[in-house]
């Protein structure tokens, strides 16, 4: 039992290993050589044919969005129509680099998105492992902490999981790979010795190491909404620590 619960002494916290680096991807630059593009088209002499169309040109090349603008460079007919060389497509593309900078990248400081991932992996861990032991207790102080604990960090894990969204992040979708290991571990154990491990690692140990991350987010962070975040929820995992520690207690005199 002693060696079980040495095993699961790191499970469950909210401060995972391997928490993944958002890439920064410079592509501001990217769309630039299309306008220069259709300038090396001089030469061309052949004014005549096209002369009896030429409000057929302009319009045919709108729709794409990389689109050359072949049609607009016909240089050597001023006389043609003097509206449709006005028409100057490159004007167009000016607007493309702009539309493609928040693609897939998120402007928080790696140390923000770490506390975001976790945070919201730990809140994924702290619902299975309740689920669990709903499945699993027949002590109903047991049954209220954990339903306690579903309840509030779904609702925690629904605000950090829009705040990350809103912010450029995937965030994850359940508890790390080590959190699922060591719920999967406590599975195995029944009556009292699963109580006594679900109260001790993800009532206690796991919320004093989530109190401590939330706590240094609430000072350290640099993006105002993360740091808003983390000093709204902290009140809420202050209060299931010290019902965690109150059942952990009372289990031990029994």
């Known amino acids: 039992m002693k060696h079980t619960l040495s095993t699961l002494a790191l499970a469950l916290g909210f401060a995972v290993a391997g928490a993944s680096a958002y890439a920064q991807t410079s592509t501001a630059a990217g769309t630039g050589s299309t306008a220069a593009s259709t300038q090396t088209a001089p030469g061309a002499g052949t004014a005549g044919?096209?002369?009896?169309s030429p409000d057929a040109t302009p319009s045919?090349?709108?729709g794409a969005a990389g689109a050359t603008g072949s049609a607009v460079p016909g240089t050597s007919a001023p006389d043609a129509s003097g509206t449709t060389p006005g028409a100057t497509s490159p004007a167009a593309t000016d607007n493309q680099p702009a539309a493609s900078t928040g693609n897939g990248e998120s402007a928080l400081a790696d140390e923000d998105q770490?506390?975001?991932?976790?945070?919201?992996q730990g809140s994924h861990?702290?619902?299975v492992g309740s689920q669990l032991a709903l499945e699993?207790?027949?002590?109903n102080d047991v049954r209220a902490f954990a339903q306690m604990?579903?309840?509030d960090h779904q609702k925690m894990v629904q605000e950090a999981e829009a705040l990350a969204t809103k912010k450029g992040m995937e965030p994850p979708t359940g508890p790390s790979a080590l959190q699922t290991t060591e719920i999967t571990a406590l599975k195995a154990l029944t009556g009292?010795?699963?109580d006594a491990m679900y109260v001790n690692r993800i009532g206690v140990a796991s919320h004093e190491a989530t109190v401590e991350m939330f706590e240094q987010a609430s000072r350290e962070a640099q993006d105002p909404e993360v740091k808003a975040m983390a000093e709204k929820t902290l009140p809420k995992l202050r209060e299931h620590l010290e019902h965690a520690r109150a059942l952990n207690e009372k289990q031990?005199?029994?």
């Open 49 to 52: 044919p096209g002369a009896n």
């Open 60 to 62: 045919g090349t709108m």
């Open 114 to 120: 770490d506390f975001l991932e976790n945070a919201i």
């Open 125 to 127: 861990a702290e619902i």
């Open 136 to 139: 699993k207790t027949e002590n």
């Open 149 to 151: 604990m579903i309840d």
């Open 192 to 194: 009292g010795a699963f």
């Open 252 to 254: 031990e005199k029994q």
